[in-house]
């Protein structure tokens, strides 16, 4: 188990198009935080608010990497296990979170405009939660990955079914409460917003447990019945 990992993490970064993906996902990340700060007004020029829409633009392309660990994982030649593939996906997520939250200290320590009172607050935790955001999201990557053949279908459903569900959760009064246990765009909005509580925290288990460790066994397990690697 311990060399399928390896090797999993390996292909996680391995190829030239995977890297460019990387690469690309954190100039995005950095344009978006350069445009931030010149745009907004003082109060919202604090790491929080700037993380929040820089890791959650970069969210979107994270479960890409899942999706082309799983499109390596029915195109071996040999039956691997699907756990490694789906651990692998923490590299590029881990990767994205951490430069992304670098990025952003980075953007707004150097501008010279005015910034927010407590630029600052929460910094820490909002740190920790922009790697947890990423790897959640490419934990959805993977999940999608094995439950549907097509990358583009697996990539358009990362979107639009999150998504989906928080929209569908808010349209009343009755079901908003439900969005931060039951969505990754719930959680996500308060692990950036760096205002964790006790409560909050079990909301994004909740979520982590749901999206991350639900789907890709839902998708593990049809890949078995598919014939398809072993979904150990």
């Known amino acids: 188990m311990a060399e399928a990992i390896r090797e999993a993490l390996g292909r996680s970064l391995g190829t030239w198009a995977r890297r460019w993906l990387l690469v690309g996902t954190l100039v995005a990340g950095l344009l ?3 445009a931030l700060v010149a745009a907004a007004s003082p109060a919202d020029r604090s790491f929080a608010e700037i993380s929040g829409t820089v890791q959650s633009l970069m969210s979107v392309a ?4 899942g999706i082309l660990l799983v499109r390596d994982l029915r195109q071996a030649p040999v039956r691997r296990p ?3 593939t789906v651990l692998a996906v923490g590299l590029p997520a881990v990767v994205i979170g951490v430069v992304g939250a670098l990025i952003c200290a980075a953007t707004l320590a150097l501008t010279p405009a005015d910034v927010a009172d407590e630029p600052w607050r929460f910094a820490a935790t909002v740190a920790v939660g922009s790697v947890l955001v990423q ?20 990539f358009l459903a990362t979107i639009i079914l999150p998504l989906g569900l928080f929209a569908l959760l ?5 079901l908003s409460s439900a969005q931060p246990w039951l969505t990754p765009f719930g959680s996500v909005r308060n692990l950036l917003s760096g205002e964790m509580t006790a409560l909050r925290w079990v909301q994004w288990l909740c979520v982590l447990l749901i999206w991350g460790v639900g789907l890709n066994a839902a998708g593990a397990a049809v890949l078995k019945r598919r014939g398809g690697p072993a979904a150990r």
């Open 135 to 154: 790897i959640v999201a490419g934990l959805v990557g993977t999940g999608l990955g094995l439950l549907l053949r097509s990358v583009v279908v697996a």
């Open 82 to 84: 699907v756990l490694p």
């Open 170 to 174: 808010g349209a009343g009064d009755a």
């Open 62 to 65: 994270t479960p890409l990497f």
């Open 32 to 34: 978006a935080a350069v």
